[in-house]
């Protein structure tokens, strides 16, 4: 029995189609949108571990001292044999869960990145003797299969990204999530929460500048990806509240009227002076919200739990 386990379920050439097709879609729609799990190649993902360092970005640690304080209600109220984790990422801030879930047999991180997955994984097997890892590369949005593992299971999204999707995709998206728990599974959900508008602003415009930089780093991509053109010193970086929805919104503005050719799509997009891109919504919820979608798609809001500060929720919920 190999305690460490790899299973590509995306074709290697998925994430190169899926590319095009959103920036084709992206970029020919009105407003120009890109959609937000482009920013994370190597640079991307360096600098989103630089934000969670930020002053002005607190989620990353407000979710952190929910884990340290809360892990152990967690694992009581779960008693969880396998431990999913959809977009686990270096599984840093999952240590903690880890240490406390006791019965745990099964670590399964999910994640693009199949570097990521490599070195979390082969570093817990060797720090936890008796915990196997069976890591997925796979799209968390797409439909997921997972190894038959013992029960019961605790699927963990974490870090507030559920809020990166729209309502509608978020509907599919939990759905899809119901349909991997059975009686006794549970689903930890990280959200971050609405509040001040300026705390709120700061955290995606930081005085440093490097979400700015987080932010310009999609086109980086593209031009590497699909041969674009794109300069990204000609756009300024834009975050913004959106009250009526109750999310942050990142956006690029031209700063003068321009056209970028993307040969690999055969496309050639223009720009107005001021027209703005958007790269990513980022929803803050409410605890009510939060308790209706999981109410929607037969998930009983069971706990809830926030940081000391009000900022960040973890909840967990039971199908
Ligand atoms: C990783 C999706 C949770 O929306 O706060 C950070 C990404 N964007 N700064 C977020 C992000 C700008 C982040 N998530």
């Known amino acids: 029995m190999s305690p460490f386990l790899l ?8 994430t190169d189609a899926a590319l095009r097709a959103d920036v084709l879609n992206g970029l020919t729609g009105s407003p120009k949108t890109l959609p ?26 407000a979710e952190r001292e929910i884990l340290i304080t809360r892990a152990g209600e967690i694992a ?41 997955l490599t070195q979390a994984g082969q570093s817990l097997v060797a720090e936890r003797p008796g ?16 190894p038959d593992t013992p029960g019961p299971r605790l ?48 955290a995606y415009d930081d005085a440093a500048g490097v979400t700015a930089a987080f932010n310009k780093n999609v086109l980086s991509v593209v031009n590497r990806e699909l041969h674009a053109d794109f300069d990204p010193d000609a756009y ?17 503005r031209s700063r003068a009227e321009q056209t970028v050719k993307i040969p ?4 050639a997009v223009d720009f107005a002076e001021g027209e703005e891109l958007r790269t990513e919504v980022s929803a803050k919820f409410r605890k009510d919200g939060v308790r209706a979608e999981l109410d929607a798609v037969g998930l009983e809001l069971a706990r809830w739990w926030t940081d000391e ?10 199908a």
Request: glycine fraction near 6%; hydrophobic fraction near 45%; proline fraction near 5%.
């Open 7 to 14: 299973t590509r379920t995306l074709p290697e050439d998925a």
């Open 36 to 61: 937000p799990k482009w920013f994370y190649d190597a640079h991307g993902s360096e600098l989103f571990e630089q934000i969670t360092e930020l002053p002005e970005y607190y989620p990353t640690r």
């Open 76 to 116: 009581a109220a779960t008693r969880a044999r396998t431990l999913v984790e959809l977009g686990s990422g270096s599984s840093d801030k999952t240590r903690h869960l880890l240490d406390a879930l006791t019965d745990l047999h099964t670590y399964v991180p999910v994640d693009v990145s199949e570097s990521a």
């Open 131 to 146: 915990l196997s890892v069976h890591a997925l590369i796979a799209d968390f949005t797409a439909s997921l299969v997972l």
């Open 155 to 202: 699927v963990a999204f974490l870090g507030g990204t559920i809020g990166n999707l729209l309502p509608a995709e978020r509907a599919v998206f939990l759905t899809s999530i119901r349909s991997l728990l059975s009686p006794g599974d549970a689903l930890l959900l990280g959200t971050d929460l609405v509040k001040d508008e300026k705390v709120l602003v700061e």
């Open 236 to 252: 300024d970086h834009v975050a913004l509240w959106d009250p009526e929805n109750e999310w942050i919104e990142m956006r690029l």
């Open 264 to 267: 690999a799509l055969d496309l």
């Open 309 to 318: 500060a009000g900022r960040f929720a973890l909840s967990l919920s039971v």
